[in-house]
């Protein structure tokens, strides 16, 4: 059994799927325990966009850009001290975006959630944050009180997909400058085995190259043509030898990788690992020297038993293949800045 990837007119994704209906949860919040929130910021557009796990989650992260703005990933390795992690935080703003955890923190602090240490509840939130400060002002950013709104938003509801919180100031396909890139957001996916193994993602796309369809090789966003009604294709582009005119720093692609199932900190962080191959099948480049790519994986442990980790990471990269795509497809366009809506 798999759950869904809705189809558009402008793609038809050869990913397995789950046949669903329109109750079905299939995005990040089908694992009991994870409630997600977005806040946006909507005169810049940016925003921010929360991941809860209340009970507390198992948690590991892969970094693989050259670029990263990360808060707090240093605790997730397997030799470090911390055992569960309360929530994390993805937000637009670049560096100034990372301070959104404070405010994720002073939610959590305030209803007494967290480790016990010191004789206080202190809940351990990590973050990553994308660069969108090139999208309208760059003086308008998301801080504490966004993650703290964001974080008052969460619910265990499927989550809203497209320009929405770290979505609203997402881009993609600037490899040929922002003047042919195109709109993104977020994306999210689920897949429910028969043993109730449940695998879900969440990815706010904002890379430097183009989105792919892994199925078929073609693209469904990206680097338009010079009169912006076609794909110019990044890998024309880079294999003609033709300069590329990248956009600098302005890029990374973060996500979460979530399951039911019960790992140690060392497999969760595996999980990590093998959900990032899922930006590598729908993103080309990936990871490049200007981007910041970053996955966090959460186990929440509610389903007992022996995990196949070989299942649960083919899975993991599949679920986050579709997410990304459903970042691009989703998405909602800015004046000069197309959606794949726009260009139909």
């Known amino acids: 059994m798999f759950h869904r990837l809705t189809t558009t007119a402008v793609l038809l994704l050869a990913v397995p799927v789950m046949k669903t209906s329109a109750q079905t949860n299939a995005t990040l919040t089908a694992i009991p325990g994870i409630k997600v929130g977005h806040h946006t910021l909507t005169e810049r557009p940016t ?4 991941v809860l796990v209340e009970a507390g989650a198992t948690a590991g992260v892969d970094v693989r850009g050259a670029a990263p703005a990360t808060r707090d990933t240093d605790g997730l390795n397997p030799t ?43 809940p351990i939130v990590p973050g990553a944050s994308i660069f969108d400060l090139g999208i309208g002002d760059a003086k308008i950013r998301p801080g504490p009180d966004c993650g703290y709104r964001a974080a008052q938003a969460a619910s265990s509801a499927p989550i809203t997909e497209g320009s929405v919180g770290t979505g609203a100031g997402a881009t993609l396909g600037k490899l040929g400058g922002l003047e042919r890139a195109m709109k993104s957001g977020v994306g999210s996916a689920a897949i429910t085995m028969p043993d109730g193994t449940i695998v879900a993602a969440l990815v706010v796309v904002n890379p430097l190259g183009d989105v792919i369809d892994p199925g078929t090789g073609k693209v469904v966003a990206g680097v338009r043509t010079a009169d912006g009604k076609g794909f110019s294709d990044a890998r024309t582009i880079i294999r003609s030898g033709a300069p590329s005119g990248g956009r600098g720093n302005e890029n990374s692609t973060i996500g979460v990788v979530a399951t039911n199932a019960r790992l140690t900190k060392a497999q969760t962080n595996y999980l990590a690992q093998l959900a990032d191959d899922g930006y590598a099948r729908a993103i080309w480049p990936i990871h490049t020297m200007v981007d910041g790519d970053t996955v966090f994986a959460l186990a929440t442990g509610t389903k007992a038993g022996e995990p196949d980790l070989v299942s649960l990471g083919a899975l993991a990269a599949d679920v986050m293949a579709t997410a990304v795509v459903r970042a691009a497809t989703q998405a909602t366009g800015l004046p000069n800045i197309p959606a794949v809506h726009d260009l139909k």
């Open 47 to 50: 925003g921010c966009t929360v």
């Open 80 to 122: 470090k001290m911390v055992q569960q992690i309360y929530g994390i935080s993805l937000s637009g703003g670049s560096l100034y975006g990372l301070s959104t955890v404070d405010g994720v923190l002073r939610y959590l602090e305030e209803k007494n959630i967290g480790i016990q240490y010191g004789g206080r509840h202190i």
